[in-house]
């Protein structure tokens, strides 16, 4: 059965895209989380015709195949945890337009988020949702996740951006969603709903995304705290306001101390620090949005407000928050990556009931994330040679979800589902929501060979 499996799918994307080598084997079993499976073989395919091919082939084999990116995912999204087929879709790399008087553009779904950016730019336009990631994760895993980045506050996610799709459906059917117009009341909304369901409703070969002009200038401001409440309160009085930052970042007791020990970010003492920064077509604009920021910081009682005069400056205001990925190396222990989401006007809470969970539990749990859409990525660091902190995680990983469920929250904000959140799936839906999810699914992969064993489906 092997070979004929072989045989086929090299007969469709021939034989230099085809591998069963164990090296390859072994880099399509990770992606950005801890977790790891192998799969039986991979391919690189070129085409919507070839992917069909495949998809129509697997389905009658009712073999998995797992659609996967640059396999950046933090949630085991593109982990083949069932074997099977890794579509690679990274040659898939074409910009097939820009339309700047449609305001979007048509690409494939291997397309690098940075490379669409560099492509836009000298239009004076941009695709806003901004992942961390952005200089290798794919547009494919972009919509597979529903990414979303430091902008999310102001500019929204990627959901808010896919204005069409074309699929490859379980049985190797091609169908398009949407329609490149702004808007569209033309019957269910097929587009949102495979958008954020990674890889397992559907295979994405083009992508059809919304884009919007550059803003030409920014001003950025770093606010610090002595309490942690205070910091909270000017989240909340500022998304009251009629002012919307494009970037709205809190940064918790913990991380300021880890980076001011770890890095040379140069952070301020503080409990709790602010970074924003407004964006708009003018200075004056930018400028006057930032002094009602600050003036709402000083109500709040900062401590110190520092705002960037030059380029340089608001780099270095940013610098340390942008250290924390790579700082997580040097502690020499494991970060359990979570991105738990809540209302706004529930921060407060929820950081200082963090911080309640970890004395409980023993483990540190620190916080840093976009506060202006409550989105924090809330990091679990562990010991992995202390067994008594390992047994501890988990505990600990359900509590801070429940938390965020019982705050009206979501339990990912940007990284989805995947493996790693499939067991808390009952704590945000009802049993009815999940039924409905299951029977979209059966509807969909009746075989269930997508991406099989995640999202709790
Ligand atoms: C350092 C770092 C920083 C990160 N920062 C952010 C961040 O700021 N915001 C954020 O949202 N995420 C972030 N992530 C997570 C990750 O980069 C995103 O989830 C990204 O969207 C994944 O893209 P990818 O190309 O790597 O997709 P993959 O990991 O390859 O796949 C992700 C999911 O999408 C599915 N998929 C991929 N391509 C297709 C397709 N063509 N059709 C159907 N399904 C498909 C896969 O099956 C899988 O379920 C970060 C990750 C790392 C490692």
């Not at 074997?83 to 048509?106: A, H, K, Y």
């Not at 949702?129 to 102001?154: E, F, H, I, Y």
């Not at 490859?168 to 369901?197: H, P």
């Not at 209302?343 to 950081?351: A, F």
């Amino acid at each position: 059965m092997r070979d004929r499996i072989q045989r086929k799918l090299i007969e469709i994307v021939g034989p230099a895209n085809y591998s069963d080598k164990l090296i390859d084997l072994v880099a399509y079993s990770y992606d950005g989380s801890y977790y790891s499976h192998r799969p039986d073989c991979a391919v690189w395919a070129d085409s919507t015709e070839q992917i069909s091919q495949i998809l129509g082939f697997a389905n009658q084999e009712k073999m998995p195949v797992v659609a996967r990116g640059a396999g950046t995912g933090i949630s085991g999204n593109a982990i083949p945890v069932k074997g099977g087929i890794v579509l690679d879709l990274s040659r898939m790399n074409r910009i097939l337009s820009i339309q700047i008087p449609d305001r979007l553009t048509v690409v494939e779904p291997g397309v690098v988020y940075d490379k669409l950016q560099a492509a836009l730019s000298p239009h004076g336009f941009f695709f806003p949702p901004d992942p961390a990631s952005g200089k290798v994760c794919t547009l494919g895993g972009n919509v597979g996740t529903n990414a979303g980045g430091l902008r999310a506050a102001k500019y929204g996610t990627t959901r808010e951006y896919v204005l069409g799709l074309q699929v490859v459906l379980a049985n190797g059917e091609i169908m398009r969603t949407g329609a490149r117009t702004m808007k569209t009341s033309s019957g269910y909304d097929l587009t949102r709903l495979f958008t954020g369901s990674e890889g397992t409703l559907g295979v994405f070969t083009e992508i059809t995304l919304k884009i919007v002009p550059k803003p030409a200038e920014t001003a950025t401001a770093l606010a610090a705290f002595d309490r942690l409440e205070s910091a909270g309160e000017a989240v909340t009085r500022i998304m009251q306001s009629d002012i919307t930052p494009s970037a709205l970042e809190l940064l918790d007791t913990t991380i300021i101390r880890l980076l001011q020990k770890y890095t040379d970010g140069e952070i301020p003492p503080a409990a709790a620090i602010i970074l924003a920064e407004t964006d708009g077509r003018t200075r004056q604009v930018v400028d006057h949005q930032m002094a009602y920021l600050v003036k709402l910081f000083e109500q709040c009682h900062a401590t110190s407000v520092e705002l960037a005069k030059t380029d340089d400056d608001a780099e270095r205001l940013w610098r340390g928050r942008k250290e924390i990925a790579g700082m997580f190396g040097e502690l020499g222990l494991v970060n359990i990556p979570e991105d738990l989401t809540v209302p706004m006007s529930r921060i407060s809470e929820y950081l200082t009931r963090c911080q309640s969970l970890s004395k409980k539990h023993q483990l540190a749990i620190i916080n840093f994330g976009h506060a202006g859409d409550g989105n924090f990525h809330t990091n679990i660091l562990y010991d992995p040679d202390d067994p008594d902190q390992k047994n501890r995680l988990e505990p600990t990983r359900l509590d801070l979800h429940e938390l965020a469920c019982e705050l009206g929250g979501t339990l990912t904000g940007e990284h989805g589902i995947g493996i790693t959140k499939a067991g808390f799936m009952d704590l945000e839906h009802d049993p009815s929501a999940l039924k409905m999810m299951r029977s979209l699914k059966q509807a969909l992969d009746p075989n269930n060979i997508l991406n099989p064993g995640k999202m709790a489906l």
